[in-house]
């Protein structure tokens, strides 16, 4: 068992070790910014989604970059970056962003997710207040989005069943492809079950429309912190696309 002191030790030695790391990461970013190892972790409702979206486009502007992908859960993702392990977390916009530095990487909706043969898939939108007594499949603890798929439909009843949590949002299509429940999907994710599976009607809400923040986040230290921000705006650039398109989709509905 380590004791208070060697706690306290290990702390300080890690915090050594980050700061020489740093000296050196300093010295490779300077003599040539846009090359060497860039760490990203993501967390798992986003990784699958956006990786395949924006990778080409990475090493094509970044070709003497390469990127370490990681997935963690949020917890695990912020602790990882504290200790220096990685130089950026994707993560939602669900947690204190003061200590680090924060670029917003794009917005998205959530959007239902039902059995094709559910009495709510012959309507075009749907009202959070539609899914009163529904059964709502989750993911496991520790994932955000269940957090947020709670907070979405705080005010009125959802039936969540107490024997089945998620690991995954693939394993969460599929219990809905299966008849069990329902869900919300983030944006990202609705469209790639719509393009690779069947046995799902995915419905938009209504305006205002629940949906989450996507965020880059980095050590405020991080001697890498320009080409981390430019490894952001080019994710961003790449994502604006469907940003514009939701805004325009929210202008129709509202007009």
């Known amino acids: 068992m380590v004791t208070e002191l060697g706690h306290d030790i290990a702390d300080r030695a890690r915090a050594i070790l980050n700061g020489v790391e740093e000296i050196v990461e300093a010295t490779r970013a300077h003599q040539d910014p846009l090359a060497g190892e860039l760490r990203v972790g993501l967390i798992p409702t986003v990784g699958p989604y956006l990786l395949p979206r ?84 989750l993911l496991e603890e520790g994932h955000c989005l269940s957090d947020q ?43 790639y079950s719509a393009a690779t599976g069947g046995g799902l009607a995915l419905r938009p809400f209504q305006q205002p429309r629940p949906g989450r923040k996507v965020l880059g986040l980095w050590r405020k230290s991080n001697p890498r912190r320009g080409t981390i921000k430019q490894v952001c705006q080019e994710i961003r650039g790449m994502i604006g696309g469907d940003a514009k398109s939701r805004e ?3 202008r129709s509905s509202r007009g």
């Open 54 to 137: 924006v990778t080409p486009g990475l090493h094509k502007t970044f070709p003497r970059l390469r990127l370490m992908l990681l997935e963690y859960q949020t917890d695990e993702l912020l602790g990882r970056l504290e200790e220096g392990s990685l130089d950026l977390a994707v993560l939602a916009d669900t947690i204190d962003v003061d200590p680090y530095a924060a670029f917003t990487l794009y917005e998205e909706d959530f959007v239902v997710a039902l059995p094709a043969d559910h009495r709510l898939a012959t309507r075009r939108r749907l009202k959070v207040g539609d899914l009163d007594d529904e059964t709502l499949l």
């Open 248 to 250: 325009q989709r929210g």
């Open 149 to 191: 798929a709670l907070e979405v439909c705080s005010q009125i009843r959802v039936d969540g069943p107490q024997d089945f949590r998620a690991t995954s949002l693939e394993t969460l299509r599929q219990m809905v492809a299966a008849g069990v429940g329902g869900t919300l999907l983030p944006e990202l994710a609705a469209s």
